[in-house]
């Protein structure tokens, strides 16, 4: 290894370890932090990232990535990956005016406040002018980071590097044609779940020994991490050998904690499959937060929301719960798997999720071409709301008003979350052609192979690849809605009693 | 205030906002980090501790203070006292070469595996050469930071600046003079306590309670701190909105909680008083460990080994602990106060503590002058332990291997244990007087008052006055013996049936 390299992978992982206490700060603050730290902490928090940028944005690590552009490290997959995502983090970072950024963190910081409010008050009209404000921000972060598909694909690409809008909009619209059918003949279907199984009293406390119990079946090393509580569920990936999920528990709502822990713990064990010797870079960082939604969403649908995981589990989660004594395993299943349009995005099932955030792609992207007025936001909200799922929001709360990303100024990441259900249906096709096996196993409780494999072909590469090789290269084909769509057919339409 | 000063204080904070977040991390290290981190922590603190180091000794910095040292700041006092704390950190930090710093935390790694195995082995001699090292290194250092008096106030002055030896010395032999009859005495008093009354039964969920109740009593803030528990108590002062004590139960010792959360408390309310206007900078910080010491040793100590506050909480604690039923609240405060030569510092009563430290004072002191040998440390540490308490360590480990300050390099921080002792006692005497009700008080359980005096003539001057400047202000008098031996006489004669 070249000199050069040595001095330049010195200088990353100090870059990365600036993150990583970031990264733990934030975690302590959801988690641990008094209340009256909270600007003490805005403070520790602004100085690491100041700190994080000027290293990122240093002419010194401009001239390394010049100088290393020059060698060559085909025979060195982790070096030349090294060289590659930094050159792309310094590319975006060198290309943003600091006066830009620092007016997106000003106006996100008051367009958080007024969307609380207007979000409180169902009052869009108030937020419009901050959504205005963010909209002509976002758009010159676009043309200085620069374009040639459309603006939007410039913003999706901080957080799904390499996406284009064009081909998601292709994959989505291709799932949208077949999930919108698929909505309407489950909800007309003539069998419907008893969902009040889901409401029985369960004691927070077996909830977290019950939940702590899947996440070891999982193969979460608690020596390497740990599980908390917070208001919002979230994964801190402090290094892959401290990894921390929280969950959030509703005594009179099981699904809550359970799911959401298994949903975490999938982010997780991504975490904590990446290398370890190559911590602090980016041969140990994941490749997009689409990737990463598909670990999750993997954990938490195809094995948490199958049969076969709770032919084995619900005997132990009756054990545990004697409330739920006299309910069967199908009707569990099927209570689990409940199907119905509803107007909350956090709240959906797994069949409507993927409608919420195709409105939001749609919007977004019309908004930042400029043929979507933020006036015209709320009409057009409903409107999508009565094509994709058939409901109209009763007031702007319930509906455009429902997320804060917007207001914080995260535009082009909600794709991700629809983009992470089709990997996750489309690995766990292809672990389960690797693993003629999986189904059985999961019938044992026997989760470890799966995690094994996913380590195997997904974790451990870091940003090896971009999201479109790996899931090429780990599916034999590049993403595509058929693996979803026929999971969502195969699992639902037999539950719901349609031939 | 000029705009010199406004640069000035700006780096200020930025220093000390990271010194800030190491004190987080290593927080977290101690109660929440998973084990496999260990080596990703190290990581992180180093790249904060050498951040830090950077911005201290910046040639930026030193042109600063130049400057602003031609400026008056007499009429204002927190600027004065900023820019005099800040110019003493940077002078110390300048004078030690870093190959020097760095060789000192390669000595202190290698020492401390070798004093850990030395004392498992009770075998001084494996240690021997290692402290050898580590007294030339400091002894170096002192030489680089300079001294007038003695080599051993340049390693003081770090943790208790602007203290003397010699002056240290002259109250230290007024105080052993008096201790070392009185331990006696006790030691051959007609009454002695029943101790066993400490070892009954407590569950530790009780203990966790009853400490926190007594925490809310002295006025600690939960909105601006938190307690948990860990192996080694301590108090991390994060800022003074964030400040995070831990303690350590044993179900069989209550003592060992609740004097540890009086003690870490009053560590606590130090750091809680200090002006949070003044965060990260010298005016928010403590003045030196000595007296961050006397606050937790005068909660421990002068309040929660009073008579008068278990009046008023020894009911309470009945009423918590059943196995206490039967004890009298004289047999309780007799038992608390236990005195009795022993071999372990940190397991020493308030009577016989000093004694201790005293030894280890003499005994640095000598090393570093070059008159006691390394090798002759061991029967030097015997000879002491027979004058000051009349016992003689049955082997090494008990004896002069028991403490890890030596192999950690920290040579010049025993005293300021003892001089926390005696503040302590002067304090409290200088608070009696000014508060002609505190017993009736503290009877009461009415403990707000006495945190408000300390807060008003104390914690909320930060850094604005030396230790010695602060005593004298406060109690009238430069530090003396007599209160501390004068509170220990009329507590412990009377208590053990002497006249």
New interface residues.
């Given amino acids: 290894m070249s000199e050069t390299y040595d001095a330049f992978v010195g200088r990353v992982?100090?870059l990365y370890?600036?993150y990583?206490?970031s990264e733990?700060?934030e975690w302590?603050q959801e988690t641990?932090?008094?209340?009256?730290?909270a600007?003490?902490?805005g403070?520790?928090a602004a100085?690491?990232a100041g700190?994080a940028h000027d290293r990122l944005t240093s002419a010194e690590l401009g001239s390394l990535l010049d100088a290393l552009e020059a060698e060559d490290f085909s025979d060195d997959h982790a070096a030349g990956t090294n060289v590659r995502e930094v050159r792309r983090a310094f590319d975006r970072a060198v290309k943003l005016p600091r006066a830009l950024v620092a007016e997106i963190a000003r106006t996100s910081s008051v367009a958080k406040a007024n969307w609380a409010q207007a979000r409180a008050d169902s009052d869009f009209a108030r937020f419009a002018p901050h959504l205005q404000r963010m909209l002509d921000l976002k758009r010159q972060v676009a043309d200085c980071v620069g374009w040639d598909g459309e603006p939007y694909d410039a913003l999706m690409d901080e957080y799904e590097p390499g996406a284009r809008s064009a081909e998601v909009q292709k994959v989505f619209e291709q799932v949208k044609a077949e999930l919108v059918p698929l909505v309407a003949e489950l909800r007309d279907a003539p069998r419907q779940p008893d969902e009040s199984i889901r409401s029985r009293s369960c004691p927070v406390e077996q909830q977290a020994a019950f939940g702590r119990r899947i996440m070891e079946a999982m193969g979460f090393?608690?020596?390497?991490?740990?599980m908390d509580s917070s208001t919002h569920p979230f994964c801190a990936g402090?290094?892959p050998?401290?990894v921390?999920l929280t969950t959030r528990y509703d005594e009179h709502y099981l699904p809550m904690a359970l799911f959401g822990l298994m949903h975490e713990t999938g982010h997780a064990l991504y975490e904590q499959g990446l290398d370890a010797a190559h911590?602090?870079t980016p041969m140990a960082q994941a490749v997009s937060l689409g990737i990463h939604e598909s670990q999750s969403r993997l954990w938490e649908n195809q094995v948490g929301r199958s049969r076969a995981f709770w032919e084995y589990y619900f005997p132990e989660l009756q054990a545990t719960f004697p409330s739920m004594a006299d309910v069967t395993l199908d009707d569990w299943y099927f209570a689990i798997n409940t199907v119905r349009p509803s107007l909350i995005r956090v709240e959906a099932d797994e069949v409507t999720y993927g409608l919420h955030i195709m409105l939001r792609f749609d919007l977004e992207r019309k908004m930042l071409r400029g043929e979507l007025a933020v006036a015209d936001v709320p009409e057009a909200w409903n409107e999508g709301m009565r094509q994709l799922l058939g409901l109209t929001p009763p007031d702007e709360a319930q509906g455009c008003l429902q997320d804060i990303h917007w207001a914080m100024g995260i535009i082009g990441y909600f794709p991700t979350y629809a983009l992470g259900n089709l990997y996750a249906a489309q690995f766990f096709a292809a672990a389960r052609a690797a693993l003629p096996d999986l189904d059985d196993q999961l019938r044992r409780g026997t989760l470890l192979p799966l995690r094994e494999w996913l380590r195997e072909h997904i974790h451990r590469h870091g940003q090896r690849y971009r999201a479109g090789e790996l899931v090429e290269k780990v599916t034999g084909r590049p993403l595509a809605p058929e693996p979803f769509v026929a999971y969502l057919r195969e699992k639902f339409r037999p539950l719901y009693g349609l031939s």
Same sequence: chains 1, 2.
């Fill in positions: 992982r100090e370890t600036l990583s206490i733990l700060l302590d641990q932090m008094p209340p009256k730290a600007e003490d902490r403070r520790q100085l690491l700190l090393d608690f020596e390497a991490g740990r402090v290094s050998r401290d921390r911590a602090f």
